[in-house]
């Protein structure tokens, strides 16, 4: 009855399913895996946010070049203020609203962008305080440069004099005539009156839109194992059921399957009918 299994057409059958299993578990398992790396990196950082509250202030130089274990760390940086910025489309507690930041020239020759504070509403430079003159330290968390379309950062381009949609060296570098840290500092207090912005995560170490994607396809990809294991049991069972019955003669030649009701047209006009005889 199963000789069938042993038909050209079932070996190609049986040599995908034997491949695809396994593909779909690994492809499965690879998915998972990344679910789960995200949640650890979200973990990470939230134990070195708290862990960076804690820490006494470090020098600039110490903290660069800038990794996942040195974002969110508490600096100090001394220098004099120099071009402003507003950084608009930023939210705080579910405000709208922008950031003021302001480049602060290092005795090094390059600038820190310096986030003093945020101010709801519209970007308006008459609103935005003015940074102090003079020398000044300013102390706050080092953050990683931003990507537009990231964490909340806008992908929108080509904004009005005086305002960036992101803040990052390859950004300000067209906006200003001197070299720029690739990284920022938030101010632990806003300056002038100004709301302090949060530290924010680093991006792709959160539980974002990215990490339950992971955890979807890991879900489709097991789906599918159990798809194609159904599959192979429903084709098994109607060749064995047509096996059976071509046994006892109870098959149904292909050909009037395939021909159908013309088929069953055509053989009752090819009948003599009574009269005829």
Request: some cysteine; proline content about 9%; aromatic content about 10%.
């Amino acid at each position: 009855m199963y000789r069938f299994l042993l038909t050209p057409r079932w070996w190609g059958i049986n040599v995908f399913v034997v491949l695809a299993i396994p593909f779909c578990i690994f492809m499965g398992s690879w998915q998972l895996g990344r679910f789960e790396d995200r949640v650890q990196d979200h973990e990470t950082a939230s134990t070195q946010h708290e862990e960076a509250r804690r820490d006494a202030p470090r020098p600039l130089d110490a903290l660069l070049p800038l990794d996942k274990s040195t974002v969110g760390r508490q600096t100090t940086v001394t220098g004099r203020y120099d071009d402003q910025l507003l950084v608009p489309e930023r939210k705080l507690d579910d405000r709208e609203g922008y950031y003021v930041l302001t480049l602060l020239r290092t005795d090094e020759g390059r600038a820190l962008p310096v986030v003093r504070g945020w101010l709801p509403g519209e970007p308006d430079p008459a609103k935005a305080p003015p940074p102090p003159a003079g020398e000044v330290t300013v102390t706050g968390a080092l953050q990683a440069p931003e990507s537009p379309g990231g964490n909340g950062v806008s992908g929108r381009s080509g904004w009005p004099a005086g305002q960036t949609g992101s803040i990052s060296a390859s950004t300000l570098l067209n906006l200003v005539p001197y070299d720029v840290y690739d990284a920022w500092v938030t101010l632990n207090s806003g300056d002038s009156g100004m709301r302090a912005v949060p530290v924010s995560e680093p991006q792709n170490s959160g539980l974002d839109l990215k990490a339950f994607q992971n955890l979807g396809y890991t879900a489709e990809w097991f789906a599918f194992v159990g798809f194609v294991i159904f599959m192979w049991f429903r084709l098994l069972r109607r060749e064995t059921e047509l096996a059976r019955d071509a046994q006892l003669g109870l098959a149904v030649p292909e050909a009037r399957e395939e021909a159908g009701p013309a088929g069953e047209e055509t053989e009752r006009e090819a009948r003599p009918s009574p009269t005829s005889a």
